[in-house]
């Protein structure tokens, strides 16, 4: 089993910048993606960014603002977020896709993703 906990979300102004980390217990030879998705309460949950490396995929609504990394030797996901607006506000979460390859279409659903953390909230006030 593989454990996310995820940190760094917190209150901000618009235009301003904060860094999510995802701390996984392990990684296995199956870790295909990992990616960070977002969740307003009564909306579905959204995908922001993933990385299957070497390659990695943004939400249109984040391209140029967010970057997505990972530090294989600390086992950690980071999200980089800047020019933060207020719709980007939501409780963010990061997941591990390990049971099979996952194909490009759905890098961005949470379909092939079978790891959860349980989440940090971001706030962006205008």
């Known amino acids: 089993q593989v454990q996310l906990v995820e940190s760094g979300g917190g209150s901000v102004q618009a235009g301003g910048s904060l860094r999510l980390s995802c701390a996984a217990s392990?990684?296995?030879?199956?870790?295909?993606?990992m990616g960070w998705f977002r969740q307003v309460a009564g909306k579905e949950r959204e995908g922001v960014a993933a990385?299957?490396?070497?390659?990695?995929y943004y939400a249109d609504s984040v391209k140029g603002r967010f970057t997505i990394s990972q530090d294989n030797a600390k086992k950690t996901l980071y999200l980089q977020m800047n020019s933060l607006k207020s719709e980007d506000t939501a409780m963010y979460y990061c997941?591990?896709?390990?049971?099979?390859?996952?194909?490009?279409?759905?890098?961005?659903?949470?379909?092939?993703?079978?790891?959860w953390g349980q989440g940090t909230q971001v706030t962006v006030s205008s």
């Open positions: 997941a591990t896709a390990t049971g099979r390859p996952v194909m490009v279409y759905e890098v961005l659903t949470s379909r092939p993703y079978n790891h």
């Open positions: 392990r990684y296995t030879d199956s870790t295909y993606c």
């Open positions: 990385i299957c490396s070497p390659n990695t």
